[in-house]
């Protein structure tokens, strides 16, 4: 039996991307703007394209991410399957896929990844399709092509769930971040307000942050102290059988 090329793309699976990264006030995530064609309009959407048929999933969603945005070497998480019938059946996304794909009457499941990263890290630069890649603001998130928008919130709801039994909104600050930046991460992926008291305290007898002899510069303010992930305790506690991180 013949082996299919490993770049014969498969009409009926693809894998979509939803990066989030936090501007130390807010969440956002990394869309695309994909290109217009005849009479459709261009329509921001998640990075995400068909997968290769002697492709694994991860793989495609590495490789869709590094064509469409530039973005490698990014841990990659898979938040679900999304397989409605009527996912494609905008009238624009209809048009949209008859001018681009081979076969646009293809029922398609997408495999939906998450990821986060740490925004002075990353500087996206859009390709293929793409016209654009921007960082925008979660809660300005109204309307994505095809069911995108439906796909943020899932990766959101798992980010959140993730959040209060492990500290992994660490990936998207800096090496070096204050108390108060930390804290407003939280809010902004938890969305909603968070006592500052009861969070420093927390975090400090947690002890998943650590001191350091540095403060801010050049701020209108009183200098903050400047912390680090302290990754040592936080495997200490995970190895104690601790896993309620939450607020």
């Known amino acids: 039996m013949q082996s299919k090329n490993k770049h014969e793309v498969n009409p009926r699976i693809s894998a979509d991307c939803v990066i989030f990264g936090f501007d130390f006030n807010q969440l956002r995530v990394l869309l695309i703007e994909r290109s217009a064609v005849e009479n459709v309009p261009s329509m921001m959407a998640l990075p995400g394209d068909l997968i290769y048929e002697e492709e694994n999933i991860d793989t495609a969603a590495s490789r869709v991410l590094k064509e469409l945005t530039g973005l490698e070497e990014i841990y990659l998480e898979q938040v679900g399957a999304f397989g409605d019938p009527d996912r494609l059946n905008k009238k624009n996304d209809q048009l949209w896929l008859k001018a681009v794909r081979q076969d ?77 930046q930390l804290h407003r991460l939280y809010e902004s992926i938890l969305g909603r307000d968070l006592d500052k008291r009861n969070f420093r305290r927390k975090m400090l007898k947690l002890k998943l942050v650590e001191s350091l002899d540095e403060k801010q510069e050049g701020v209108p303010h009183k200098p903050s102290q400047y912390f680090k992930f302290n990754e040592e305790n936080y495997n200490k506690l995970i190895e104690n059988g601790y896993d309620n991180f939450g607020f």
């Open 104 to 180: 646009p009457d293809a029922r398609v499941i997408t495999i939906a990844y998450y990821s986060l990263v740490n925004l002075d890290n990353y500087s996206p630069q859009a390709s293929s399709f793409a016209k654009s890649a921007t960082w925008m603001l979660v809660d300005d998130i109204q309307e994505l092509a095809f069911d995108h928008a439906e796909i943020v919130k899932a990766a959101l709801k798992k980010l959140k769930d993730k959040i209060i039994t492990q500290p992994i909104g660490f990936n998207l600050l800096p090496e070096k971040f204050t108390l108060s």
